[in-house]
């Protein structure tokens, strides 16, 4: 079957801009995460989803916010952009939220430059 | 300070070593993985363990609960190893991840 997809796959935004990101989780998964990577940070966790629902967040300011869609695909968007958002944003998908056995897979990733 | 170590943070390898990459994490967890992020970004999940050993190929991961410590080891080690290994440790409400291995496998 399909793994996840994101969309698009590079971006190039300036600042004080915003930006919609996504995400389509394999079929069958109901929870998708998001995460950033950047050079001095590493992977770090922004959010998850589960059945529409955000069910844990990461430190991130309110500037990143995400949704589900009742097809289990998701948005994140990052609104006034700042040049250190530049990074690249994975998402992952599992079949539920939270438990053992449930194994996560991440997409391809969506890298951001912000000018 | 990050609740997820790993250890070394850098291995360069001759082909066909023996190489083991190791993760620690300081509180309970449900769930670790390990993944393998190639240059360019893209990233593959190798493992899901909660306890035990698993084995793919190449590739064994163990985990110690009670050690809290899970080691990743690649066997006959091959240049399309090279990437960078980072283990995520899933707890209740959160992600954390390990800063990350970056292995080199010369030929």
């Known amino acids: 079957k399909a793994g996840v997809t994101q969309t698009p796959r590079y971006l190039i935004k300036t600042r004080g801009q915003q930006v919609t990101l996504s995400c389509s989780p394999i079929s069958g998964h109901r929870s998708v995460s998001w995460y950033q990577q950047t050079p001095g940070q590493g992977l770090q966790f922004l959010f998850e989803y589960f059945s529409e629902t955000q069910r844990n967040k990461g430190n991130f300011p309110g500037r990143f916010s995400g949704r589900q869609f009742s097809n289990s695909r998701s948005e994140m968007n990052v609104s006034t952009l700042e040049l250190g958002d530049s990074a690249l944003y994975l998402c992952?998908?599992?079949?539920?939220?939270?438990?053992?056995?449930?194994?996560?897979?991440f997409g391809p990733g969506t890298r951001l430059t912000v000018l | 300070k990050n609740e997820v170590e790993q250890s070394p943070q850098n291995l360069t390898a001759q082909e066909g070593e023996f190489i083991t990459i190791n993760c620690s994490y300081s509180v309970g967890i449900s769930a670790l993985h390990w993944l393998q992020q190639h240059p360019g970004g893209g990233i593959v999940s190798l493992f899901m363990l909660s306890s035990g050993k698993k084995k793919h190929g190449r590739l064994i991961a163990t985990i110690n609960i009670q050690e809290k410590h899970s080691s990743l080891h690649i066997t006959a080690s091959h240049p399309r190893d090279s990437a960078v290994y980072i283990c995520?440790?899933?707890?209740?409400?959160?992600?954390?991840f390990g800063p990350g291995t970056s292995l080199s496998v010369i030929p």
């Open positions: 995520p440790a899933t707890y209740s409400d959160k992600v954390i």
């Open positions: 992952a998908s599992r079949k539920t939220s939270g438990g053992r056995n449930n194994e996560q897979f």
